[in-house]
């Protein structure tokens, strides 16, 4: 789970995008990032499965960055934050740093595309990049076994394709919940130990 000031943090960016959106700003003067309520989720169940290898494609100005560095210290493990766009992953380095999270993540800037193959196998994962992009970095990703991968904008974005997609895997248990903009929650089935 978050603790206040974490959570605090969290408010402050939120507050920041609402208020971006109800002045109709440019979309490109405008912050999209995670609701509070999955930024909570994301971190009481990557924490709670205690995820040691982490990694969010699209951290954004940070949100979920806060949540997932905070699932991280949790277990012991690490979280790299992938961003394409170098000023809000800059202020994501920012608030994480202010927060004494820093040890606990890895930035990296560049194309999820060509950074996913290189981060070897994962326990966690939270996708929130570009919807046209999900089925293909899914693909992408090195999944340990019992790995969750969480998907955003499920109810809120033509997401159908990418629900299907993950679905139709044999190894998998997946479900849509109702937080936030809607989170597709995929569970790679553990390996059975005899
Ligand atoms: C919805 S925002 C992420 C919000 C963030 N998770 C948060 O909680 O604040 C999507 C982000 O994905 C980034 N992005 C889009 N395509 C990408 C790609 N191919 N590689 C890395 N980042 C990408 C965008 O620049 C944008 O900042």
């Keep these: 789970m978050l603790d206040e000031v974490k959570r605090a943090a969290i408010a402050r960016l939120w507050k920041r995008k609402l208020d971006q959106d109800l002045k109709k700003l440019p979309q490109s003067e405008r912050h999209r990032n995670l609701e509070p309520d999955s930024a909570e989720f994301i971190c009481a169940v990557a924490a709670g499965c205690h995820a040691r290898r982490l990694a969010e494609i699209g951290g954004s100005s940070g949100i979920s960055t806060i949540a ?5 210290r949790q277990s012991g493990g690490s979280l790299t ?12 380095r920012e608030t994480i740093a202010a927060l ?8 990296v800037l560049g194309d999820a595309g060509e950074i996913i193959p290189k981060c070897g196998a994962l326990d966690f994962v ?19 076994p019992g790995a969750v ?9 033509n997401l159908f394709d990418y629900v299907a997609h993950v679905r139709k895997r ?25």
Excluded: M
């Design 68 to 72: 997932l560095a905070e699932a991280a």
């Design 170 to 194: 044999s190894d998998v248990e997946s479900i849509t919940l109702p937080i936030g903009k809607g989170l597709e929650v995929t569970r790679l089935r553990p390996t059975l130990v005899q």
């Design 149 to 157: 991968v969480v998907a955003d904008n499920i109810l809120s974005h």
């Design 100 to 107: 004494g999270l820093a040890d606990w993540v890895e930035f």
């Design 81 to 92: 934050s992938i961003e394409i766009e170098p000023t809000r992953q800059a202020e994501a």
């Design 126 to 144: 939270l996708l929130d990049c570009e919807k046209e992009d999900y089925i293909r970095f899914f693909e992408l990703l090195d999944l340990a």
